[in-house]
Structure formats: structure tokens, C-alpha cells
């Protein structure tokens, strides 16, 4: 229930911290509200449900996350090479979380990542079948959002090449050479 303002400055104090306990001062995935994920479609149909897919990759213990990503994986690049509308949406999110050190699975997204800026699966069959681009879901144009959503991005490959664990290192050498860094 709202009350009338008094007039008078409020003594409440506004600038405590509302971020979980141990988390970075910068929350991540801050961004996800401004995406209208109610309005684009994943491979299940509304793809309503991958801000909580994303935020599990980013708190959840290993296999929580790891579930997730699975998850997700399914939902935006199915089979490893098949985008969907939300691809695009999704990549900035998997590039944040690729650069946390908390989240347990970077070097599985940034091979989700790597995927991504492979898929060529709808272009290539839009060349053999031309008449797919006159449909009113371009999958086509999903493709290249995606893609381009991956190379817009592609400065953080260095940094991620540089980490100490072998196994993101290898993933970035892989997405690098997919970007043709």
C-alpha cells in the first residue's frame, strides 16, 4: 500500500547492497530484463524460461550448472550447429559468463560460443532451397544475428587464451581460430 509523501526527506537509507553474499560487486547478467524473452522463440517455443537457465550457469555449483548449460545448449543451438531466434539474445550473456571465474562450465560455453559462429546449418540449406528465406521466421537471418553476436565480442578470445586453466585456453585457441584470430 502506498502513503502520501510527508513532504519531508526520507531518512531511509537507499545505497545498501542487495547482491547475494560472495558475489562480485558487478552483478552479472544484470541486462537480462531489457531482452523480451517472453516475444522471441528457443527450440521449445517461448524462450521465457533462459534467464533462469543463465542465471543457474552462473550460481549454481557445478552440476547445476553444468545441467543448465545443457539445458540452454538444446534451447539456442540445438545439436550443436541449429540456431534459433534467441541465439542472438543469449551470446552477450555466455561471453559474461565466460570471463567470471566463478562460473564452473567456461570452457563449455565458450564452445557453445565457438558452435554458434560455426552454424551454417540454415544458410547452407537456404542455398539448395532458396524459397526458406521467404519465410516469415527467416532462419537465415537468426544464423547471421547469431554469428555476428559472437564476433561482436571477440576481443575477450585473447584474455580467455591467456587464463591458466588449460581447458578454457584450449576452447578460446579453438573459438579464435572459428573467428579467424
Known amino acids: ?74 534451447r539456442v543451438c540445438q545439436y550443436g550447429f541449429v540456431v534459433e531466434q534467441a541465439t542472438a539474445a543469449t551470446v552477450p550473456f555466455l561471453w559474461e559468463l565466460a570471463q567470471l571465474p566463478h562460473v564452473t562450465c567456461r570452457a563449455r560455453i565458450i564452445e557453445l560460443l565457438k558452435n554458434i559462429a560455426d552454424a551454417r546449418q ?31 565480442r571477440r576481443g575477450v578470445v585473447r584474455q580467455l587464451q591467456a587464463e591458466q586453466d588449460a581447458e578454457i585456453a584450449r576452447a578460446s585457441t579453438e573459438l579464435a581460430r572459428s573467428l579467424g584470430e
Open 1 to 74: 500500500m502506498r502513503t502520501a509523501s510527508t513532504g519531508q526527506q526520507s531518512t531511509e537509507r537507499t545505497d545498501r547492497e542487495t547482491r547475494p553474499v560472495g558475489a562480485p560487486r558487478a552483478t552479472p547478467l544484470r541486462a537480462l530484463g531489457e531482452v523480451p524473452w517472453q516475444e522471441i522463440r528457443d527450440s521449445t517455443g517461448c524462450a521465457a524460461g533462459i534467464p533462469l537457465l543463465l542465471n543457474k550457469i552462473a550460481w549454481g555449483g557445478a552440476d547445476t550448472a553444468g545441467a543448465a548449460l545443457d539445458e540452454l545448449r538444446d
Open 122 to 152: 540454415w544458410e547452407n540449406t537456404a542455398t539448395a532451397y532458396p524459397k526458406l528465406l521467404n519465410h516469415r521466421e527467416n532462419h537465415v537471418v537468426w544464423e547471421r544475428a547469431a554469428r555476428q553476436a559472437v564476433r561482436a
